[in-house]
């Protein structure tokens, strides 16, 4: 299965959901398709979705899914990538209201670079992306916080003067 997050930000992604629309119609995508569209006004078609899920139905789809389509929030890349879920990360862009910026392209680069994530810039990608991540084998997300609060605590040692 293909879950769809787009977040909770009030931003419409209708660009993403229309090519997934598109794929699954042309037999591209065969694969059940759900998601969670947040506040896009476009309806799709050819799979289901509501428009936000609570906690619990949010688990269940996302456990369910082989792959997880989503935008370049960082939270739910780093949630998808935790449950060990193939990732595809779409970058909203600024220019089609999607988001106030780009940064979504830096924060797709980052977890890319680690080999965590398929990261794509333009849905035009979307379909060699799905066909990239069933073949591809991501590294497993290793948490740095201990080693954060390890340095911020020597940091404060060393620096803490009697």
Known sequence: MIFITLGSQKFQFNRLLKTVDELV??????????????????????????????????????????????????GAIIGAVKKEKKVIAVARRAKYGEHVDDHQLQIIKQFENQNLICGITDVNELEKAVDYVYKHTFDNYKSNTSVIIENIRNFIQENIHD
Not at 40 to 50: E, F, H, L
Not at 53 to 59: G, I
Not at 63 to 71: L, N, P, Q, R, S
Request: glycine content about 10%.
């Open 25 to 74: 119609e042309r037999g591209i995508i065969k694969e059940e398709v759900f998601a969670q569209i947040g506040y896009s006004d476009y309806k799709p078609t050819s799979y289901n979705y509501k428009q936000f899920l609570d906690r619990d139905e949010f688990a269940a789809m996302e456990g369910k899914a082989d792959i997880v389509i989503t935008h370049g929030g960082t």
